[in-house]
């Protein structure tokens, strides 16, 4: 039997992972900003309808960036906006200046023995997913790491696909990924605090 094959690769899962130098005083800020709403504000991450296991996460209800502080602001116009155009660009093929899109954003610390279950962000609306890296405490793999599930579940049960990709943080870092990719972070064990600030781009809709 004579035929043509070819396998076509149809919609790849696109992360942009950017790694940024010299943030050393952002970064400190930053973590002071943190650890003030861990000292002083409700803890989100005790809901059991949270995926946060252990640690603090600041209020579901609240966008942490847009609070008028200083190291937030320089944080969204420098790192966050900035990588958020690329992948609007260059994976949604949407135009950035003509795309009405707004961050929706919570931060996160964990400490020993906490970690976060599997989760995607299914909201309606959700374009982007993201999370940037504030300081994460040296570690050997998988510790802290955040780990991806392949979408592709049968291809791991009956076959030999890997079922998910270890990625690996570090201070400084931002990724971004699609809302419907299912992840999870691996328990901390080092006593240094793990400060993120996750965030979904949201296209904005009346
Ligand atoms: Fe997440």
New binding site residues.
Partial sequence: MQFDQTFEQHFPTHVLVRQHRGIEALTASLVAVIEAARENEDNAALSTENTTQGGFQTGGGQDFLERNEPPLRALKSQIIWPAVETYLEQVLDCNPLLTPVSLVSWAVSLGPGDWQAP?F?PKEYTLI?GVYYVSVPEATEPEGCLEFVNPNLNAVSMGNQPSSRLHRPQTGQIILFPPYYM?FVHPLKARVSRHVI?FDVRLQHK
């Fill in positions: 989760h962000h997913s992840h996750a």
